[in-house]
């Protein structure tokens, strides 16, 4: 049952007989289908179109279960080879954790903050100009199109050895995904509070701090979060480059032949990032709560007429909130005791996380004297003793790679995520089975993934692509579950009480109003797969990943910047294609 069926059923009721007893036309007849324009008809052939090449891609891949239970003899070989499991003493261990963490809480916040103002001018209805927005997406495009393993390898170079090198190129890679999801964020407000800040007299910043912040914060600080989740399981990688932290222990160990020790610290980032999960998704669930009319829970404080957790919140508002007076002195409730405790953890946190990187604040004055010479071995890009055809062909091998891991993502994750979403799953237990899931896929770092599935499956595309799927199926199941989660559930209230079914109310409420978020995230997670395919080459997993490693690894850095530059234009015809299907299908 759609929601016209439901509105036609019902006015037919109230009629008191059948629709066609009645004087005057259906709804169907007085409103016309409204035609399906040209444009929305070339986005959906490109989608389809995307889907298909997809599909071509995974046969080309040549996925075969059979061979891979076949060689899983190689596994047992390599198994034991390593022997048990070994850890670094204690201490150290303990000391590597607690240096990761720091370098990728500060790196994520140094991103956040600088995501602001890049997102501000980002977005559609807020920005002075279109040359500002189409500035702000192209800074956003380039900092998501570097991938953080070379902007490592270029601050290695700039900085002495030890955590700002990984912070910076952290920092700076981060910047393309918060700012685009947060600019995505601001172009879907309701424009009525900040137009009534606007038509009053208020300026841009109060316009932006009181009527488009408040919309806009639980996302931005969902995807900060988020953005942390993945950060921390990019950090095995930069340890290849010599950033400080546990990528780095296990890179000297893989390097070594020490496999156990290797593999040990692997468990270990593996434990670590699904502690991560747990935290933020605990951060982000208090933050948003649990609410039946509300999207945030900034629209709790500010109305809270309209809280789920009290229908009769008109009468039962708080003797404090009477008026500003006795709101100035509004007494220590246990709730905002602990609202209070959480903030004062959330500054020690990151003073601590500061602390523990141990930054050479030197280096930000010191390193501008090193960056002619360090700029001067990236330009001018030049394939060097690669051929341009290899290396375009490389580049589209990667490219298949990303579109084969994104179709097979695609159809797990929308299940994992609509069970995990509150408002779509059948039961709690169902919807926790599904998070507990999505969680211990994504604890999973790609790399580590991949390094295990080369052992089992040998060099070639087929690791990397089953790596990235497998990883994407976590990422992409989350942003689905959390978007269904903050769809209007005005609609889907209104189909149950008509006696629509759960299915019903999903496939004509909630799925229609998460549609534009949906082929958001699809795209955002081909993005994302083209730059972890290029680095999923390094450890062998097919594409241009493996040139990328020799060139890094025989200094030659104008190959590097080659190589760059087509993950670059790779990146930014994905971002013109996603910018183009949210506008048509908004």
């Known amino acids: 049952m759609t929601a016209l069926d439901a509105s036609t059923d019902s006015a037919a009721t109230r009629g008191g007989g059948s629709s066609h007893q009645g004087s005057g036309p259906t709804v169907a007849e007085r409103a016309p289908r409204r035609p399906i324009s040209p444009e929305r008809i070339a986005a959906s052939l490109t989608l389809i179109a995307l889907v298909v090449l997809g599909i071509l891609a995974v046969r080309d891949v040549d996925i075969s279960i059979p061979a891979m239970v076949q060689s899983w003899g190689n596994a047992e070989n390599f198994m034991a080879r390593v022997g048990g499991l ?6 150290d261990l303990a000391w ?3 240096l990761t963490v720091g370098l990728v809480l500060v790196g994520t916040l140094l991103a956040a903050v600088l995501s602001v103002p890049i997102a501000y001018l980002a977005a559609s209805n807020t920005t002075p100009g279109n040359g500002w927005r189409a500035a702000a997406r192209f800074i956003g495009v380039l900092t998501r199109a570097l991938p953080d393993v070379v902007l490592a390898m270029a601050f290695v170079l700039m900085f002495s050895l030890g955590t700002l090198p990984g912070i910076l190129a952290i920092g700076i890679h981060s910047i393309g995904m918060i700012s685009k999801m947060f600019a995505d964020a601001i172009e879907q407000i309701d424009e009525g509070p900040r137009l009534a800040i606007r038509a009053a007299g208020g300026s841009k910043m109060q316009e932006f701090t009181s009527g488009i912040l408040p919309q806009v914060l639980p996302s931005w600080v969902a995807t900060v979060l988020h953005r942390n989740d993945i950060n921390l399981r990019g950090s095995v990688v930069l340890g290849y480059v010599g950033v400080a932290g546990l990528g780095l222990e296990m890179s000297y160990a893989f390097k070594s032949l020490n496999y156990g020790k290797g593999l040990g610290i ?15 998704s605990m951060v982000r669930g208090a933050m948003l709560g649990e609410q039946a009319h509300t999207r945030s829970w900034i629209d709790r404080i500010l109305h809270p007429r309209l809280s789920s957790r009290s229908a009769s919140a008109a009468v039962g508002r708080p003797a404090w ?12 409730t246990a709730q905002r005791v602990r609202h209070t405790i959480a903030g004062v953890v959330a500054v020690l946190v990151v003073i601590g996380s500061v602390v523990v990187s141990q930054i050479n604040w030197m280096d930000l004055i010191t390193f501008w004297a090193k960056l002619p010479e360090v700029a001067g071995k990236f330009w001018p890009p030049s394939f060097g003793n690669y051929d341009a055809s290899a290396m375009f062909q490389a580049m589209r091998e990667t490219v298949a790679i990303a579109l084969a891991a994104t179709v097979l993502t695609l159809l797990p994750s929308l299940l994992l995520g609509s069970l995990a979403a509150r408002n779509v799953a059948p039961s ?19 790399l580590i993934l991949a390094i295990v599935l080369v052992v089992i499956t040998g060099l070639g595309a087929q690791a990397g692509v089953i790596a990235l799927a497998i990883g994407g199926i976590g990422l992409l199941g989350k942003l689905i579950a959390d978007s269904f989660e903050e769809v209007d559930r005005g609609p889907e209230r209104a189909l149950r009480a008509v006696g629509a079914t759960r299915l019903q109310t999903y496939t004509s409420a909630t799925v229609p109003q998460g549609m534009q978020a949906l082929i958001g995230h699809s795209f955002y997670m081909l993005d994302t797969n083209i730059r972890a395919a290029t680095i999923l080459g390094i450890v062998g997993g097919g594409g241009v990943g ?27 015809v994905v971002e013109g294609l996603a910018m183009w299907m949210r506008k048509v299908f908004r």
């Not at 909130?321 to 220590?332: C, F, I, K, L, N």
């Open 96 to 98: 590597l954790i607690a």
């Open 266 to 280: 692997a468990l270990v980032i593996f434990i670590l990032c699904v502690a991560m999960e747990i935290v933020s």
């Open 321 to 332: 909130a009477a008026s500003p007076q006795t709101a100035v002195r509004r007494p220590w």
């Open 86 to 91: 070994s850890f670094p003493a204690p201490g």
């Open 428 to 446: 709690s237990g169902a919807r926790g089975t599904a998070r507990l899931l999505l969680v211990g896929i994504r604890g999973i770092p790609e």
């Open 546 to 572: 493996y040139y990328l490693l020799n060139a890094s690894q025989g200094s030659r850095y104008e190959t590097v910047t080659a190589i760059v530059l087509m993950i670059l234009a790779t990146v930014l």
